[in-house]
């Protein structure tokens, strides 16, 4: 699934290659990715306008047009936006195409059709609408903040970091890898964490989606580039501990597999 790293690869693509552009034909191939929207609408709201900025909050994006209003892009599952060329290089699982006046053209693809594109008047009302939290990355979500975002109670590392409605943009792989670099067993309690814990766990929450970010990686997309010491390429079957070669140990923590190390991040008694 796309996370905040990922999503942040796509805002990238698209402030490269698809801002200040004119649109001139917009073709949506499947209209449920757009929810109750119909299709002719959409394109009537957008061709003949352009991208002038973009803005990421947790997994969304969303892309400013000008003379008002915004695109709105979630990927679900399996989301990706792709810059392509004629229609013949159109990569599969394209929903919706956004053709450029001056050549060439971005995909929206998405294979399992779980996300969705839509239109908003103005962003912080859609983002409030969505039930998001604040961003995991935004400077203002400060130390405070985080211990607020995972709350005191007896929930478990793994689902706390995975609320978007507390936090958002984090979810089932940088969950593991954020643990990991923290040394904490995903079933660990909100409950049981000492401040120093918590300090830790803040720290490291910010310095692997920036790590990410620096290196092009996102939760399944270029984990080669990520450094040698981060757990999520060794997330397998026969996966080794990149700090002590422990084999890679897994179980079931909020309804998603947690990947961990038995010996790095040992449960609390």
């Not at 478990?156 to 943009?169: F, I, P, T, V, Y």
Request: with cysteine; proline share 5%; glycine share 10%.
């Amino acid at each position: 699934m796309p996370e905040l790293p990922d999503v942040e690869l796509y805002k990238h693509r698209l402030d490269e290659t698809a801002l200040h552009r004119t649109i001139a034909v917009v073709t949506v191939s499947d209209a449920r990715i757009l929810r109750d929207l119909p299709a002719a609408k959409f394109a009537e709201a957008v061709e003949g306008r352009r991208f002038e900025g973009s803005l990421r909050h947790g997994k969304h994006l969303l892309a400013k047009l000008d003379k008002g209003g915004w695109v709105t892009l979630h990927f679900g599952m399996t989301g990706d936006l792709v810059p392509c060329g004629e229609k013949s290089d159109e990569p599969p699982y394209t929903r919706v195409r956004f053709d450029f006046a001056d050549g060439g053209a971005l995909a929206y693809t998405n294979r399992r059709m779980l996300g969705h594109v839509g239109l908003t008047d103005d962003a912080e009302t859609f983002l409030r609408g969505e039930g998001l939290g604040p961003d995991a990355l935004d400077p203002a979500f400060d130390r405070a903040a985080f211990a607020q975002a995972l709350g005191s109670g007896r929930r478990s590392l793994k689902s706390a970091l995975m609320d978007q409605a507390a936090m958002a943009g984090v979810g089932n792989i940088f969950a593991d890898e954020i643990l990991f670099q923290a040394r904490l067993h995903p079933e660990t309690k909100v409950a049981q964490l000492t401040d120093k814990q918590t300090e830790t766990l803040f720290r490291q929450t910010k310095a692997v989606l920036e790590t990410a970010i620096a290196c092009g990686a996102g939760s399944e997309q270029f984990q080669g580039q990520l450094p040698q010491g981060f757990i999520i390429p060794q997330r397998k079957k026969d996966g080794r501990c990149p700090r002590c070669g422990t084999a890679i140990g897994t179980l079931k923590a909020g309804g998603r597999t947690a990947y961990f190390c038995p010996n790095c991040q040992k449960p609390k008694a």
